[in-house]
Structure formats: C-alpha cells, structure tokens
C-alpha cells in the first residue's frame, strides 16, 4: 500500500474539504486516507459524467420498458435504473482496489455515495468480520435511483462451478425473494455482471431463470428488470 506523507495527507484533507461543500451527500466521519482518497477519485469521475440528476438523462424511464410476463431485459447501468431493490453479484464486498476500475463495486458506492461502503462494513463487523457468501448484504441505496441494494458476494474460482455452489447461488436469490414479499416490493433490477472468473453465459442463464422461478413461486409479482452492459 502506498505511504502517504503529511503533506500528502493534508492536501487530500483540504481536497476532500473544498469538494465536499459542493456535494449535496453528508460524508461519514472517521474516513480513513484510502476513503477519503476514493471519494475524491468518485467525485472527479462523476463531475466527467455529467451531475447524478434525473433531468440529465442519467435516470432510466422504466415506463418506456416493455415487460413480458413482469420480466424485461435492457442495457445498462444499473445505477440509473429506478427499483426498490437492485440486485448485484460480486466478489467484493466493499470496492475495487483501484478506484478508477469501472466495476459494478465502483460504480455502487460512484453514485451510490460512501454512505454504501459504511452501512456494508458495519454489516461485516456485526457478522463478526467473517464474509458470508450465504447472505444477501441489504443496504439503502442512498443517491442510487434504487432505494435498496442487495450484494450478494460469489467467491473466486478456478474451473466449473459446483452443484454446492449453484445451490448456494439458488438460496441467496431465495433470501432476496423473501425479502422481496416481505416488504411488498414491486420492482427488482438485477444486474448481470459477474466476477471474471464465473462463465457468464452460464451464471446468467442461472439467475434470470431462478429470478422467473421464484417470482412466481412467491407469489410477488413484481417486476424484474435484468440489466446487462
């Protein structure tokens, strides 16, 4: 990891201090260098990309979407795509090392705020600092045009995936759906991105057919927006 010095450190504080009055989102206190570093990367980015503001075009009408059987298939960012809760998969819990990586990770806590990576490591101390990879992490989407996000972490493998874990794939959608009814939702993106080292093809195929399955199977009747880019 890079050795910041005091000098380093305090023009990254001013930076920080200077954007952040331009920001409408209240930062988290206690930042640590590398967050404070990230923020100001995300920043700079999101000032490339235009203002985070429905009137920019940035937000995706869903009422222009055509949905069949509640299902629809469009592309993408699914950070501009308006739901009650998006579904994203990932080996990371947090973010990216590299801030400027154009991930699905960066690109929830980009435009989602840091609010997202707080609300996620206070979920992974309470778990006892042990990442579950049988549990959806639910958090609010903040400035998402999601209201909630739900990751679910896909360990890293070598080679085919295993019945063990297209099953533990198969329960944390179950764990999602649940969720879903529980709290009457009525719309769920899903974004179809997954880690590199997963057949995406395959992984896709998986999750949009178990998504159908358990629509129906719960009785929710919400719809589903799959997100692909």
Do not use: W
């Amino acid at each position: 990891m890079y050795e910041y010095t005091k000098q380093d450190i305090e023009l990254i504080d001013n930076l920080l201090e200077m954007l952040s009055k331009d920001n409408e989102q209240k930062l988290p206190k206690n930042l640590s260098i590398e967050d404070k570093r990230f923020f100001i990367d995300a920043y700079i980015l999101i000032r490339s990309c235009g203002d985070f503001k429905e009137n920019d075009g940035n937000i995706i009408d869903i009422s222009n979407i055509k949905f069949r059987k509640n299902t629809a298939t469009i592309n993408g960012n699914i950070a501009f795509v308006p739901s009650d809760l998006a579904v994203v998969f990932s080996n990371n819990l947090l973010n990216n090392s590299n801030p400027l990586d154009c991930c699905i990770d960066n690109n929830i806590i980009k435009y989602g705020g840091l609010q997202i990576k707080e609300d996620l490591s206070k979920i992974f101390v309470e778990n006892g600092q042990v990442l579950s990879y049988i549990i959806p992490y639910i958090v609010n989407g903040y400035n998402l045009a999601c209201k909630r996000v739900a990751k679910m972490l896909m360990p890293v493998i070598s080679g085919e995936m295993s019945v063990e874990f297209k099953n533990t794939l198969i329960y944390n959608l179950e764990k999602v759906f649940d969720y879903a009814k529980q709290n009457n939702l009525k719309t769920i993106s899903v974004n179809l991105e997954f880690p590199s080292c997963y057949d995406n093809k395959l992984v896709t195929h998986l999750v949009i057919e178990e998504c159908k399955r358990l629509n129906k199977t719960k009785k929710l009747k919400a719809k589903i927006i799959f997100v692909s880019n």
